[in-house]
């Protein structure tokens, strides 16, 4: 079946440092892949998304890259900020189906 | 105001006590989702409904139940709330659109059972 997993937490870095948070998955076909973000008290808002391979995602300083043969969407930034202290989820869909699968998350906490 | 809202926020209740969850969305989105976070398990699906007439079950849907009352509003019911029913809970809506849809997520209900 279909499948998400990203890099387990939590992972702590000072400010301006570079952040990855790993994500690969399992899926047949050409899957969405989305990273979804969770700040404190609040619920999942979509960070970026692509849709097909080789596609970039970026929004607010974030990047990844829909890499089919390794089959991984990476998150990267290159200097993170205390602001961006949160849940990240890495997530799939599969065209046709509605399910939308998440990988089980990973804390990212920013210490100035 | 929100787009996507969710009642209450924080509920603790009983066990075998029914429960009722509210979700409402003004985006005009046809398409409505419950899902429950658990720790260190990410988002699971509980049911999903395509339009009014349209319901159907995801991943974990036993022991709830939902009411797709209008287009705006999506509700699941808890009808013996148990403890392992204790979670974080979403509401979220989202359209069909090639190339993949976005799913927009309410707050959250927090949700204890005892």
């Known amino acids: ?14 400010e301006e440092a570079f952040l990855t948070i790993n994500c690969t998955y399992t899926a047949t076909g050409y899957p969405s892949l989305f990273w979804y ?25 974030f990047e990844a890259t829909y890499r089919k043969e390794t089959t991984s969407f ?8 205390v602001s961006d202290s949160a849940v990240y989820f890495c997530a799939l ?3 046709g189906s509605e399910k939308l699968v998440f990988g089980k998350g990973t804390k990212l906490t920013v210490n100035p | 105001d929100a787009d996507v809202t969710q009642t209450p926020r924080n509920r603790i209740t009983k066990t075998g006590k029914r429960i009722m969850l509210e979700c409402s969305q003004t985006k005009g989105h046809d398409r409505m989702y419950w899902y429950r976070q658990d720790p260190g ?9 395509f339009d009014v007439k349209d319901i159907n079950k ?19 019911s808890l009808e013996s709330a148990i403890p392992n029913q204790t979670a974080l809970y979403f509401c979220a809506t989202s359209e069909e659109r090639r190339g993949g849809d976005t799913q927009y997520f309410g707050p959250g209900t927090r949700l204890t059972v005892l």
């Open chain 2, 58 to 76: 995801g991943e974990i849907s036993d022991g709830y139940s939902v009411s797709r009352q209008a287009q705006a509003k999506f509700s699941l």
């Open chain 1, 1 to 14: 079946g279909n499948s998400v997993t990203q890099m387990e937490g939590p992972v702590t870095l000072s």
């Open chain 2, 41 to 49: 398990l990410g988002l699971r699906l509980i049911y999903y409904s």
């Open chain 1, 74 to 81: 990476h998150l990267e930034k290159g200097s993170v900020q």
């Open chain 1, 37 to 61: 973000v969770q700040y404190p008290g609040e619920g999942l808002q979509l960070l970026l998304k692509a849709t097909k391979a080789d596609d970039k995602g970026s929004n607010k300083g």
């Open chain 1, 93 to 95: 869909k599969k065209g």
